[in-house]
């Protein structure tokens, strides 16, 4: 595979710049293979795709949610047309194994079909008006130019959840996606333009974001902005935006923990558990990082987990039977192999807790997946996101210990209880201070049409996704009508 130089897009056109900084996008498989040259970014290029999408707005606004609904169409049909491509370049540039990167871009087109949808559903409401003949409704009705900040773990999924909603309401978009992505963000803007978005709508700016991104988001034509990635750069964002009185919407990780209860299915919760904390190396802000299990089950639980995880084949993401995948750089192996060495000195290591030492691995950000026992709640390795295949495991003596431990920490996001207890899951479900809450399934995912978001410090306490998306993307007007001279 040859190395491609890659360009932003901004008001239609595709600009290779002269005057910036140069980045290379590796394959974290076999990082010798530089996939891609990245431009990255400058004040002037920001100013550029700022200008553009105010320029846009105005018309864009005043399309029709039916030819707005077309576009978006359009966008879903070339994107399920290119899924294999799409899906191979996801596993080539990020390292998520094929068969799931494949099947986050069917993800991406059902969420522009979701979206497509909504274009055409009701925006307002009749409100009773106290003054007899009077008219009285509400109408939501698009922000202006928003700033979307991506992460790169999904790469197709949560660019697509936020851009197809902004478009769908009438925004204009300026998007940073994180610099390891850009060559699919680069592809995804392609079938944007294809579809017929018109010039300015969508503008896509390369580079890292610690350089542009505050340039961005402090840019005086942003009227929101919307991101993903971790919580020590998304309450920075909170500060700038708040300063300027502009919507935010932040999505900032999490620490999830999986409770399992001696009545529970064990092959069952053993199976979703290893899955939900080690495929795509645990990469997810929705992996499962803790296991909380009740003692009486702990060591039958963990025996079968290991069996599960050890089934997890570690390969290349390009490899048709790859579950686990590497790690996306050299940084992210480094620091996972910082936490597993703390994890010697806070628990018991009994899977893993090293590189692997195969050949083919050895080019590659590969790290074993990794199973720890006998941490206590509170040790570093058990509060921090680790972003790996790490999972640590807890033991509680009894239902309200297990849901102690599993809000014990700063995150909120997404947690899983293993049962067959109905008293059980509904103390659960309501003492539990998480956002997806789920019984008897693994903490990873969730329907493209619900909405999805955490508690605490995994969010700024609004939803993503489905119906609630209209919350953020617009603004409400409320509007009265008397008869004239009434």
């Known amino acids: ?48 795709a700022v200008q553009a999408a105010q320029s846009a707005f105005r018309g864009w606004k005043a399309k029709t949610g039916t030819e707005k609904a077309e576009i978006l169409h359009r966008a879903a049909n070339l ?73 790169w773990n999904f790469p197709v999924a949560i660019p697509l959840w936020k851009i197809a909603p902004a ?11 994180a610099e390891v992505a850009s060559f699919t963000a680069s592809k995804l803007a392609e079938v944007l333009a294809e579809a017929g978005l018109p010039a300015g709508v969508l503008n ?18 942003i009227r929101a902005v919307t991101f993903t990635g971790s919580d ?21 990780g999490g620490k999830n923990a999986a409770i399992v209860l001696d009545d529970a299915d064990m092959d069952q919760a053993a199976k979703l558990i290893a899955a939900g904390a080690m495929r795509f190396a645990g990469q997810k802000c929705t992996a499962t990082s803790r296991a909380v299990v009740l003692s009486s089950a702990a060591d039958r639980f963990v025996d079968i987990l290991n069996k599960e995880i050890q089934a997890l084949p570690l390969a290349p993401a390009n490899d048709p039977k790859s579950a686990v995948g590497p790690l996306v750089t050299k940084d992210a192996m480094e620091k996972v192999a910082l936490y597993a060495d703390l994890g010697t000195k806070a628990g018991r290591v009994v899977l893993g807790g090293k590189r692997p030492d195969d ?6 950000f590969f790290f074993e997946p990794t199973v720890i026992v006998d941490v206590k709640p509170d040790d570093r390795i058990a509060q921090e996101e680790i972003f790996g295949p790490v999972l640590v495991v807890h033991q509680a003596k009894s239902v309200e210990e297990a849901i102690a431990i599993a809000n014990s920490s700063r995150y909120g996001l997404s947690v899983s209880l293993f049962t067959r207890d109905i008293n059980a899951a509904l103390q659960y479900i309501h003492e539990i201070d998480c956002g997806m809450v789920r019984v008897n399934g ?5 329907d493209p049409h619900a909405p999805f978001g955490g508690m605490k410090f995994s969010s700024s306490h609004s939803r993503e996704q489905g119906p609630a998306a209209i919350e953020f993307f617009t603004e409400t007007k409320t509007v009265q009508i008397n008869a004239a001279g009434a």
């Open 1 to 48: 595979m040859s190395t491609t130089t890659l360009a932003h897009y901004v008001a239609g056109e595709w600009i290779t710049p002269k005057d910036e900084e140069w980045g290379i996008d590796v394959n974290p498989s076999d990082a010798t293979q530089v996939l891609a040259q990245i431009p990255r970014g400058s004040a002037g290029v920001i100013d550029h």
């Open 167 to 177: 478009l769908a309401y009438g925004n204009t978009i300026v998007w940073k996606p």
């Open 359 to 364: 050949n083919i691995y050895k080019n590659g």
């Open 79 to 151: 994107l399920a047309e290119r899924r294999q491509e799409l899906g191979t370049l996801v596993a080539l540039e990020v390292g998520k194994p094929v068969g799931e990167a494949v099947a986050e871009v069917d993800r991406g087109v059902m969420i522009f079909r979701y979206f497509a949808a909504e274009a055409v559903h009701p925006i307002g409401q009749v409100i009773p008006a106290q003054k007899s003949g009077s008219l009285q409704f509400s109408l939501r009705q698009p922000i202006g130019p928003i700033a979307v900040i991506s992460p």
């Open 442 to 446: 693994d903490t990873t995912g969730v």
């Open 232 to 252: 020590t750069v998304g309450m920075g964002i909170s500060e700038i935006a708040a300063r300027r009185n502009i919507k935010f919407q932040l999505e900032m």
């Open 204 to 221: 896509l700016v390369l580079g890292k974001g610690s350089a542009i991104g505050n340039q961005l988001i402090s840019h005086e034509g």
